[in-house]
């Protein structure tokens, strides 16, 4: 079954500190990986995408994030976390053969402590 | 402009059926549905594209959808239940295929008592 497994879900880091967000995707989702963050009452805010090419991607804020097949996986990382990346992230991928339909991560929870 | 979503929030009586709204980004003839609990997290409803549904998510009858000629869509839940408590999101996207991102919109906030 496809699935997509976010180990942790809840982790803190000191503000400064190196972030690391892990993601696992089953090997039947289709090679398109995507990281999401979510604040607090508010929608879905799209961090960074992997599709096909370079596999270290770069996103917003700061964020990038590194297409592993042979691990399967597809961790977010910062370098230095800053207060305001406090927030939950979501890691999902597409449904093979879904068009817009997507899998999601149960999510993590970054906390940013000063 | 993004996605917009309408009402923000709303609280409705067991039994009763609920109207949510979603405007799509601009040129973007795809939405999504997506509901998010603390228990289930984000789950896929339904998704429309081009006024037709292409994907439904592992969801009762009772929540159904459409979209118009202007890719607004909207969403119906009927005879609702305490479980349908949630956070309604709705992402729009440009096309249909698995590598275009989706937009979300903030959300609805439905609380059912």
């Known amino acids: 079954a496809q699935s997509v497994t976010q180990l942790g879900s809840h982790v803190s880091v000191s503000e400064g500190a190196l972030v690391l967000l892990r993601c696992n995707y089953s090997s039947s989702v289709p090679p398109y990986l995507f990281w999401y963050v979510q604040y607090p009452n508010q929608g879905l805010q799209l961090l960074l995408k992997y599709t096909t090419g370079a596999t270290l991607v770069k996103g917003i804020n700061g964020f990038e994030a590194e297409f592993k097949k042979s691990e399967t996986s597809f961790h977010l990382t910062k370098p230095s976390a800053h207060m305001s990346d406090a927030a939950e992230y979501f890691c999902a991928a597409p449904f093979s053969g879904g068009y817009n339909k997507l899998i999601f991560g149960a999510g993590t929870r970054l906390a940013v402590h000063p | 402009a993004g996605v917009t979503q309408s009402p923000t929030h709303l609280i409705k009586t067991r039994g009763q059926q609920v109207t949510l709204s979603c405007s799509p980004i601009s040129g973007h003839r795809s939405v999504s549905w997506y509901q998010q609990t603390p228990g289930q997290g984000l789950q896929f409803l339904f998704e429309y594209f081009s006024e037709t549904q292409r994907n439904k998510g592992n969801f009762p009858g009772r929540f159904s959808g459409r979209q118009f000629s202007n890719s607004r869509s909207e969403m119906n839940v009927s005879t609702l239940e305490l479980g349908d408590s949630a956070l309604y999101l709705c992402?729009?996207?440009?096309?249909?295929?698995?590598?275009?991102?989706?937009?979300f919109g903030p959300g609805t906030r439905l609380t059912v008592t």
């Open positions: 992402a729009s996207s440009l096309e249909g295929g698995s590598s275009y991102e989706q937009y």
